[in-house]
């Protein structure tokens, strides 16, 4: 007689990922790095986010998730300001890096930017070679160093190096999409972040570069403070310490995002407060 092939919804990547984060205790008094006080965001008139606070702790990892448009995306380009190129904004509240706040008059976005350093959904190598990828951003930041020494790190620390090693003088592009996403990453920790933020950093990749990418953060958190935005419940659950759960409401025929939850990520997956969490996460809602 034969058994019953186990049915599973887990892609392979969920079936081999490391350890869930949230079955590990995690530090009590971990410093904070960002303090988010945000009490409203607009892109010009709109108001995109209200009531966001919460602390991003040092060499911890964040998740935000919740459904599209409730405002992930833009309070985690509130922490570089990136929501202000191109487009004009107004924050209310202030973002505390380090105790300082980086919507003072006087903040150097470079600086800023190098502080705290970005990953994006679409894999987005420059049009030069592997090494001049990582090279350039510290042309840019005037960093001193062997830049040899400094891009063979920055590769070994995005777990790139075995496979990139005898190529450095390709193109960025040429690599396959995983690995482009790898190389975004050596090219940010290359300035040494205080926090490096990832928006959907996988959903352009296939499961077996997802796992890549997400076992690579759990290194990196050894070295660096994250922040994820990520669509997938399961990979919030395999890789933070913390989720915020975001959702939107509709006020005067506007949507404007806000911050329903926050705490360890064991807790809110498993035993959130929140009806709304309850039901997002019973996929009610979507
Ligand atoms: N540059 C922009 N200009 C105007 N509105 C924007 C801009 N970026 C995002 N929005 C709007 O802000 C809201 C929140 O978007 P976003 O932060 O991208 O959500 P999420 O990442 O949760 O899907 C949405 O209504 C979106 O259309
Ligand atoms: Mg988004």
Redesign the pocket.
Known sequence: MSTPAPTSSTTPAEKTASKPAREKALPQNTPVVIDTRINAFY??S?R??RDVNLPIRERQITAFI??????????L?CYNRL?EV??PTKVDGQILLQGRNIYDANVDLVKLRRHVGMVFQQPNPFHMSIFDNIAFGLNLNNIVGDRKQIVEEALRGAALWDEVKDKLHQPGTSLSGGQQQRLCIARAIALKPQVLLM?EPCSALDPIATLKVEDLMHELKKQFTIVI?THNMSQAGRVSDYTAF?Y?EMVSGG?T?YLVEFGETREILHNPKNELTQNYLQGKFG
């Open positions: 892109y010009g709109f995109a986010l919740g459904p599209s448009g409730c405002g992930k995306s833009t309070t380009r929501n191109g487009t928006d935005v975001f939107v949507r995002g």
